[in-house]
T-cell receptor, first 115, second 113 residues
C-alpha cells in the first residue's frame, strides 16, 4: 500500500512551457485534491475531484487544468507556466476516519520552479 | 471567506517543556478540526483530530476544542527536538457538495535540547 504517490519530485520549467503533475492513490478513495504551498501563504486548494469524472475549482484555479483519469489518478496540468506558479504542489485524497469524520492524506509533493 | 488563523511563530520551547499551539476559526458552523505536522521539505502528516468540545489525548499530544470561542489548541507534553516542525491547523468546511479542508498558515515549533 503506497498511499498517495506523486511524480515528478522536482521540476524546473521555463516560462511558457507546459507540464503535467501526476498523482495516484491506491486506497480506493473517491475524493482527491491538488494544493499549492507557498511560504507565508499556507496550503491553498487548486482543484478537487469528488469522484471519477468530476472536478471542481478550489481557491486558486487560474492557470491550471485537471483530469480525473480514473478512481486512482488525478493529474494537474500547467499549460503555459509562469514564475508565479513556482511552488510546492501536494496531492491528497480523502479518507473516512473511525467515528465518521473525514480527513485528507497527502502525497510527498512536487517542487516546481518556473524560470 | 472562511478563515483559520494561527500564530506563525517561531515558537521556541526547551526540551521537556509543554508546547502550546493555538488556532482560531471564523465559521461557527465548523464541525471537525485537525492538526497536521509538517517537517521541513516533507508533506503534512495528520497527528490529531477532534470534533467534540473538550480535550482529546493521544500519547504526548492533547487537542482542545472550544466551539463557543471558536478556538482549537494542541498541547505537546515533554517536547522533544524531534517535535520541531510546522504545525498546521485545519478545519473541515462542508459548504457546497463535499467537505474540503481549510488550512491555517502554520506555526513553526522549535524544541531546543
Amino acid at each position: 500500500n503506497a498511499g498517495v504517490t506523486q511524480t515528478p519530485k522536482f521540476q524546473v520549467l521555463k516560462t511558457g512551457q507546459s507540464m503535467t503533475l501526476q498523482c495516484a492513490q491506491d486506497m480506493n478513495h473517491n475524493s482527491m485534491y491538488w494544493y499549492r504551498q507557498d511560504p507565508g501563504m499556507g496550503l491553498r486548494l487548486i482543484y478537487y475531484s469528488a469522484s471519477e469524472g468530476t472536478t471542481d475549482k478550489g481557491e486558486v484555479p487560474n492557470g491550471y487544468n485537471v483530469s480525473r483519469l480514473n478512481k486512482r489518478e488525478f493529474s494537474l496540468r500547467l499549460e503555459s507556466a509562469a514564475p508565479s506558479q513556482t511552488s510546492v504542489y501536494f496531492c491528497a485524497s480523502k479518507e473516512r476516519l473511525a467515528g465518521g469524520q473525514d480527513t485528507q492524506y497527502f502525497g510527498p509533493g512536487t517542487r516546481l520552479t518556473v524560470l | 471567506q472562511k478563515e483559520v488563523e494561527q500564530n506563525s511563530g517561531p515558537l521556541s520551547v526547551p526540551e521537556g517543556a509543554i508546547a502550546s499551539l493555538n488556532c482560531t476559526y471564523s465559521d461557527r458552523g465548523s464541525q471537525s478540526f485537525f492538526w497536521y505536522r509538517q517537517y521541513s521539505g516533507k508533506s503534512p502528516e495528520l497527528i490529531m483530530f477532534i470534533y467534540s468540545n473538550g480535550d482529546k489525548e493521544d500519547g504526548r499530544f492533547t487537542a482542545q476544542l472550544n466551539k463557543a470561542s471558536q478556538y482549537v489548541s494542541l498541547l505537546i507534553r515533554d517536547s522533544q527536538p524531534s517535535d520541531s516542525a510546522t504545525y498546521l491547523c485545519a478545519v473541515m468546511n462542508y459548504g457546497g457538495s463535499q467537505g474540503n479542508l481549510i488550512f491555517g498558515k502554520g506555526t513553526k515549533l522549535s524544541v531546543k535540547p
